[in-house]
Nanobody
């Protein structure tokens, strides 16, 4: 059974940093596409970043240059380093995993992601 457990969320002031982690069990992060997605109150879910089997990444325009997605295959964990945080980054962040090695258009077509964590809340104050 695949389980994705996010951690690292919290409340910080604008300009601060957070690192989210997603520990996977029953799943090998090195083999497939994984990503981070977020949903702010009253808004639709959106893609934040994806990383494929070969380490190729994709980012939403709103986070480019500020967020970095990475994975530690030895720890079987996905990360999202978030710097220069803004109030508009406030959302619940979800880790998701797919069963394909490439991510294709998963950043936008996230409904195709096979597995989802329960999310971790990030709150950025002005």
């Amino acid at each position: 059974q695949v389980q994705l457990l996010e951690s690292g969320g919290g409340s910080v002031q604008a300009g601060g940093s957070l690192r989210l982690s997603c520990a996977a069990s029953g799943y090998t992060v090195s083999r497939y596409c994984m990503g981070w997605f977020r949903q702010a109150p009253g808004k639709v879910r959106e893609g934040v970043a994806t990383i494929d089997r070969d380490g190729i990444t994709a980012y939403a325009d709103s986070v480019k240059g500020r967020f970095t997605i990475s994975k530690d295959n030895a720890k079987n964990t996905l990360y999202l380093q978030m710097n220069s945080l803004k109030p508009e980054d406030t959302a619940k962040y979800y880790c998701a995993a797919d069963t394909t090695w490439g991510c294709g258009s998963r950043l936008k077509n996230y409904d195709f992601m096979a597995y989802w964590g329960k999310g971790t809340l990030v709150t950025i104050s002005p």
